[in-house]
């Protein structure tokens, strides 16, 4: 069955950065585009980052551009994102997901960012 398995998250200090990772299982995974979302408490899920499935097309959400990094490997049926300069307000559980959400949501990653 498809699966997505986020991990990487944890608690960092502002300034800081992660790695988070997902592990695609039960699709193609090289032939779909896929987001990094968030959810920050009280908010609704928002796009941050996508790839297209061959990794050459990249598009970030204002807030993360410059300070995040999206990409892929197919043959390991992995999607990254990488995030610096990490600020109090990207606090939030970290999903990935085809570019339509078409999928099943993972459990996500919990990223806290706090002094």
């Known amino acids: 069955q498809v699966q997505l398995v986020e991990s990487g998250g944890g608690l960092v200090q502002p300034g800081g950065s992660l790695r988070l990772s997902c592990l695609a299982s039960g699709f193609t995974f090289s032939t779909y585009a896929m987001r990094w979302y968030r959810q920050a408490p009280g908010k609704e899920r928002e796009a941050v980052a996508s790839?297209?499935?061959?990794?050459?097309?990249?598009t970030y959400a204002d807030s993360v551009k410059g300070r995040f990094t999206i990409s892929r490997n197919n043959a390991k049926n992995t999607v990254y994102l990488q995030m610096n300069s990490l600020q109090p307000e990207d606090t939030a559980v970290y999903y990935c997901?085809?570019?339509?959400?078409?999928?099943?949501w993972g459990q996500g990653t919990q990223v806290t960012v706090s002094s």
């Open positions: 997901n085809s570019f339509t959400a078409g999928l099943p």
């Open positions: 790839i297209g499935s061959t990794g050459s097309r990249t």
